[in-house]
């Protein structure tokens, strides 16, 4: 390969010179008047940036919800996606809205609390690599300036060139004087949601620089702006430019210096001085985040001298460098802490200052089934694992016993968690609305904040696949022992107790996949979806004669009939309706297609759970007799029902995701609970 021509081919200088753009104040001063939103702040920028993604919005428990695409990581294929908190994620971004529009949260520490591997890190760096990347893009460019002299001046340091240390905006370089009529008359032009605003002066050194050559033009303005000159500024946080990360190290090592910045005593040779402010280096955190991000992991690990600077920084927006006044700054500080040290601050009146500044934001864990099986489907599918494959259920069920472990116990004596779980995930239960669930939210108010860790999970996904790695195929049951036997030796479980609950709601995933998967082997068994459909038309149609007290025509006499009450119950008791509670059963499914007619949508046997498991189990028993499941463990099988045991085992694999292998266990294992009798009733 020509490396050179490869690369020639794929790289465009053109793009180079525009991201590299430079030019004069006058030429800046034009591009701001025409377009204004390259002088946003920090907060603008950010909500701005997650906005040019765009959104989409749904329904949940009669609220519109927005779902922002930018949370779906758009940079790096969803390797940092964000799952099933889009209302944890509409608080984050009202909050930027806010901040953006100057209500008040510009002024705030930006705290994300929650339990350990909940996506705070995930949404912190989205939001980094959604800067850098937005800095890069001709909607989201920003600008800083340089200090040039032609000749090597004393001022600038015996250098021909000094970068403002703090990539600073370029407008700050207007004398306060004439600042706010230039903003004046920009703001009226301007068609842009935002008014400009430019706060504060520019950084010590720079500032000095600024006074030294008015002493030498003596006063003249536009003579010094001569040595400005204007760049494109690109975020990065590799480079330390525009977006800062700080993480606490050991109490005694800790040095606030590294927020703020630091004398740079070789340079005091040169200037004479160790408060001349070129002799000071503007690299702390704070400094180098200026225009856009600072991270503080673990913030609340902090020493308090640290935490002290945060009060300045956020509600003042200056920092303080040593020996050196108070130094604006524009940039969004955000935090994150678990559960514990958060509990700390709250207990702690010495941090009553810091409290009262902080907006906090709930990072939960999941409590929706099918978000919760997405985070896993990322690391672990057919892409990832080719020579693996994964039986269905497997993800579903390791996710589920994570959500059972986050659930408070219901308050209701007639409701379980595994019901719980179903309502939340969007299935109905008798008796339950949306109003109803919406309620049973309500009441768990510290939901999603304990339990398992979608970490946990994936570790021991890992492990079941390093211990499988020959058997060819992933299932539920290799899952299961691999997470029970990791318990004993969770760090985060801190009882007796919780032990004994997580093991029992692992039970409960257990039973539940027994049931499903005898659900799809019924499934396969029975026949397809059109019998289903056709059955649930044929048994609604009875259910509605019945409530209206009307007759029904019989499609092949063509005379109006009774209701079919045998073939109603027929259905009615695979799911255990009694004939006490038939009518209000039918009446609640009559009451349901009704609703959904006002609103303009069609009823679908699989929106209603009950009713979709009946339809299986009264077709499963009216074609079981066809095939003998029993047969299939014993060690003689006649060619007749092999050849049926065949289509099965085919119609697991092409309608239920299976292989040949995890079919075979399926049948096996539904088989041998067959043999010991038991019902097929869920």
Same mark, same amino acid.
């Given at each position: 390969?020509?490396?050179?021509?490869?690369? &020639?081919?794929?790289?465009?200088?053109?793009?180079?010179?525009?991201?590299?753009?430079?030019?004069?104040?006058?030429?800046?001063?034009?591009?701001?008047?025409?377009?204004?939103?390259?002088?946003?702040?920090?907060?603008?920028?950010?909500?701005?940036?997650?906005?040019?993604?765009?959104?989409?919005?749904?329904?949940?428990?009669?609220?519109?919800?927005?779902?922002?695409?930018?949370?779906?990581?758009?940079?790096?294929?969803?390797?940092?996606?964000?799952?099933?908190?889009?209302?944890?994620?509409?608080?984050?971004?009202?909050?930027?809205?806010?901040?953006?529009?100057?209500?008040?949260?510009?002024?705030?520490?930006?705290?994300?609390?929650?339990?350990?591997?909940?996506?705070?890190?995930?949404?912190?760096?989205?939001?980094?690599?959604?800067?850098?990347?937005?800095?890069?893009?001709?909607?989201?460019?920003?600008?800083?300036? &340089?200090?040039?002299?032609?000749?090597?001046?004393?001022? @600038?340091?015996?250098?021909? @060139?000094?970068?403002?240390?703090?990539?600073?905006?370029?407008?700050? @370089?207007?004398?306060?004087?004439?600042?706010?009529?230039?903003?004046?008359?920009?703001?009226?032009?301007?068609?842009?949601?935002?008014?400009?605003?430019?706060?504060?002066?520019?950084? $010590?050194?720079?500032?000095?620089?600024?006074?030294?050559?008015?002493?030498?033009?003596?006063?003249?303005?536009?003579?010094?702006?001569?040595?400005?000159?204007?760049?494109?500024?690109?975020?990065?946080?590799?480079?330390?430019?525009?977006?800062?990360?700080?993480? $606490?190290?050991?109490?005694?090592?800790?040095?606030?210096?590294?927020?703020?910045?630091?004398?740079?005593?070789?340079?005091?040779?040169?200037?004479?001085?160790?408060?001349?402010?070129?002799?000071?280096?503007?690299?702390?955190?704070?400094?180098?985040?200026?225009?856009?991000?600072?991270?503080?992991?673990?913030?609340?690990?902090?020493?308090?001298?640290?935490?002290?600077?945060?009060?300045?920084?956020?509600?003042?927006?200056?920092?303080? $460098?040593?020996?050196?006044?108070?130094?604006?700054?524009? +940039?969004?500080?955000?935090?994150?802490?678990?559960?514990?040290?958060?509990?700390?601050?709250?207990?702690?009146?010495?941090?009553?200052?810091?409290?009262?500044?902080?907006?906090?934001?709930?990072?939960?864990?999941?409590?929706?089934?099918?978000?919760?099986?997405?985070?896993?489907?990322?690391?672990?599918?057919?892409?990832?694992?080719?020579?693996?494959?994964?039986? $269905?259920?497997?993800?579903?069920?390791?996710?589920?016993?994570?959500?059972?472990?986050?659930?408070?116990?219901?308050?209701?004596?007639?409701?379980?968690?595994?019901?719980?779980?179903?309502?939340?995930?969007?299935?109905?239960?008798?008796?339950?609305?949306?109003?109803?669930?919406?309620?049973?939210?309500?009441?768990?108010?510290?939901?999603?904040?304990?339990?398992?860790?979608?970490?946990?999970?994936?570790?021991?996904?890992?492990?079941?696949?390093?211990?499988?790695?020959?058997?060819?195929?992933?299932?539920?049951?290799?899952?299961?022992?691999?997470?029970?036997?990791?318990?004993?030796?969770?760090?985060?479980?801190?009882?007796? +107790?919780?032990?004994?609950?997580?093991?029992?709601?692992?039970?409960?995933?257990?039973?539940?996949?027994?049931?499903?998967?005898?659900?799809?082997?019924?499934?396969?068994?029975?026949?397809?979806?059109?019998?289903?459909?056709?059955?649930?038309?044929?048994?609604?149609?009875?259910?509605?004669?019945?409530?209206?007290?009307?007759?029904?025509?019989?499609?092949?006499?063509?005379?109006?009939?009774?209701?079919? &009450?045998?073939?109603?119950?027929?259905?009615?008791?695979?799911?255990?309706?009694?004939?006490?509670?038939?009518?209000?059963?039918?009446?609640?499914?009559?009451?349901?297609?009704?609703?959904?007619?006002?609103?303009?949508?069609?009823?679908?046997?699989?929106?209603?759970?009950?009713?979709?498991?009946?339809?299986?189990?009264?077709?499963?028993?009216?074609?079981?007799?066809?095939?003998?499941?029993?047969?299939?463990?014993?060690?003689?099988?006649?060619?007749?029902?092999?050849?049926?045991?065949?289509?099965?085992?085919?119609?697991?694999?092409?309608?239920?995701?299976?292989?040949?292998?995890?079919?075979?266990?399926?049948?096996?294992?539904?088989?041998?609970?067959?043999?010991?009798?038991?019902?097929?009733?869920?």
């Amino acid at each position: 390969m020509d490396i050179f021509r490869f690369v &020639e081919d794929n790289y465009s200088k053109k793009d180079f010179s525009h991201l590299n753009w430079e030019g004069s104040f006058q030429d800046y001063v034009d591009l701001v008047f025409k377009n204004p939103h390259i002088c946003r702040n920090s907060f603008q920028r950010i909500h701005d940036m997650i906005m040019s993604f765009g959104t989409s919005t749904y329904t949940e428990y009669k609220k519109e919800i927005t779902r922002y695409h930018f949370f779906d990581d758009p940079f790096e294929e969803g390797k940092d996606a964000i799952f099933g908190i889009d209302v944890h994620l509409m608080k984050l971004v009202n909050f930027f809205k806010s901040a953006a529009n100057g209500y008040g949260t510009e002024k705030r520490v930006l705290l994300l609390h929650g339990p350990v591997g909940s996506a705070k890190s995930s949404i912190s760096r989205l939001l980094k690599k959604g800067l850098e990347h937005y800095s890069r893009t001709d909607e989201g460019a920003l600008y800083t300036y &340089e200090w040039i002299d032609d000749e090597e001046s004393p001022i @600038l340091g015996d250098s021909k @060139l000094f970068p403002s240390p703090m990539h600073e905006e370029p407008l700050k @370089l207007l004398p306060l004087e004439i600042r706010k009529k230039f903003l004046e008359d920009l703001n009226q032009k301007a068609d842009y949601q935002y008014k400009i605003k430019i706060k504060g002066a520019v950084n $010590p050194a720079c500032r000095f620089i600024f006074a030294e050559y008015m002493k030498k033009y003596d006063g003249d303005w536009s003579k010094v702006m001569k040595h400005i000159r204007v760049k494109r500024l690109l975020l990065s946080e590799n480079d330390r430019i525009g977006i800062g990360t700080f993480q $606490p190290k050991d109490e005694k090592n800790q040095d606030s210096t590294e927020l703020t910045g630091d004398i740079n005593y070789r340079k005091i040779a040169l200037y004479g001085s160790d408060s001349d402010p070129r002799a000071f280096n503007f690299d702390g955190e704070f400094n180098i985040a200026n225009r856009g991000i600072v991270e503080f992991i673990e913030m609340l690990k902090l020493d308090v001298a640290f935490l002290y600077d945060l009060l300045g920084a956020s509600q003042e927006q200056s920092i303080k $460098p040593k020996k050196f006044s108070q130094t604006d700054i524009d +940039e969004v500080i955000l935090g994150h802490t678990n559960e514990p040290e958060f509990r700390k601050l709250q207990s702690n009146e010495f941090m009553e200052a810091l409290r009262d500044r902080t907006v906090k934001i709930d990072v939960p864990y999941i409590t929706r089934l099918d978000q919760e099986v997405r985070i896993y489907q990322k690391d672990f599918n057919a892409e990832t694992l080719p020579h693996m494959h994964i039986a $269905p259920h497997t993800l579903e069920m390791a996710s589920l016993w994570a959500i059972l472990t986050r659930l408070e116990e219901p308050k209701k004596a007639d409701l379980t968690k595994l019901q719980k779980l179903k309502l939340y995930s969007g299935k109905t239960l008798p008796g339950y609305n949306e109003d109803n669930v919406k309620e049973l939210r309500k009441e768990a108010v510290r939901e999603g904040l304990d339990g398992i860790s979608p970490r946990y999970i994936q570790d021991k996904l890992s492990n079941a696949l390093v211990k499988n790695a020959t058997s060819g195929c992933l299932n539920p049951f290799m899952v299961f022992n691999e997470l029970e036997s990791g318990l004993k030796h969770h760090g985060l479980i801190s009882s007796q +107790e919780q032990l004994d609950d997580f093991k029992e709601v692992l039970a409960i995933a257990r039973q539940e996949y027994e049931d499903t998967v005898k659900n799809d082997v019924q499934k396969a068994i029975s026949v397809d979806e059109s019998a289903i459909q056709t059955l649930c038309g044929n048994y609604v149609d009875h259910v509605k004669a019945y409530t209206q007290k009307e007759k029904i025509r019989n499609k092949y006499s063509g005379k109006l009939e009774e209701a079919d &009450e045998r073939f109603m119950r027929s259905i009615e008791e695979k799911i255990d309706i009694p004939e006490s509670r038939k009518d209000d059963f039918r009446r609640e499914i009559m009451n349901y297609i009704g609703a959904l007619a006002i609103e303009g949508k069609q009823f679908d046997y699989k929106m209603n759970e009950r009713l979709h498991r009946a339809l299986e189990l009264k077709l499963f028993e009216d074609q079981k007799d066809s095939i003998k499941l029993t047969t299939i463990i014993s060690n003689v099988v006649d060619k007749q029902t092999q050849e049926k045991i065949d289509v099965v085992k085919t119609r697991l694999v092409k309608n239920f995701g299976y292989c040949d292998i995890c079919a075979t266990d399926a049948l096996n294992f539904v088989a041998s609970i067959f043999a010991k009798g038991d019902s097929v009733k869920s």
